[in-house]
C-alpha cells in the first residue's frame, strides 16, 4: 500500500485559492484539510492511499523532459521505504515541476511530499525510469504491488 502525504504552507500575504490551484496543478487529490497555524498561516494537508494522486505529476515531468533529474531526486531523497521532496510552490501554481532541496529555493514556502510504500523502487520506475540519451529505457504501468 503506498501513502501519501502533501502538504503547503499557506501564509499571510497568500491567497489561499492560489495555494490550492498550485496543488490541482500537480496532484490529483480527494482528501484534503486546511489546519490553522495561527498568525494568519494556514496548512493544507493531503493525505492519500492511490499512486494515482501523482499522475499529473508523472504526466508533466514527461513533458518538460526531466527524467533524469527526477530520478536522480528521488533517489537521492529516499530512504527505506520513504521518499521524501520538495516542489517550488510558484512553479507548480504555473503547472511545473521545480524540485528544490532547501525552503528558502521556494520564497513563500515549499510544497513537501512524502510517498511512503514496501515497493518505494517501483514508484521510481514508474515516475522517472532509466533513460539513454533522454529516452526512457522503459516505461511500466503504474505498480500495483505498493
Do not use: C
Not at 495555494?19 to 489546519?35: M, P, R, S, W, Y
Not at 521532496?85 to 515541476?97: D, F, R, S, T
Not at 518505494?120 to 522503459?138: F, Q
Amino acid at each position: 500500500m503506498v501513502y501519501i502525504r502533501i502538504e503547503a504552507e499557506v501564509r499571510p500575504t497568500e491567497d489561499i485559492e492560489k495555494v490550492l490551484k498550485a496543488l490541482k496543478n500537480i496532484f490529483i487529490f480527494k482528501n484534503l484539510k486546511v489546519e490553522d497555524l495561527g498568525n494568519g498561516r494556514k496548512l493544507i494537508v493531503i493525505e492519500e492511499s492511490s499512486i494515482e494522486t501523482l499522475r499529473k505529476m508523472y504526466e508533466i515531468i514527461r513533458r518538460q523532459k526531466i527524467l533524469d533529474s527526477v530520478r536522480n531526486m528521488l533517489l537521492k531523497n529516499s530512504k527505506g521505504e520513504i521518499i521524501e521532496i520538495k516542489l517550488n510552490k510558484q512553479a507548480a501554481y504555473q503547472g511545473i515541476v521545480s524540485f528544490v532541496e532547501a525552503d528558502s529555493e521556494s520564497p513563500l514556502g515549499p510544497i513537501s511530499i512524502i510517498i511512503s510504500s514496501k515497493n518505494i523502487n517501483a514508484i521510481i520506475d514508474w515516475i522517472a525510469p532509466k533513460t539513454s540519451h533522454g529516452r526512457p529505457l522503459w516505461e511500466t504501468t503504474l505498480p500495483e504491488d505498493i
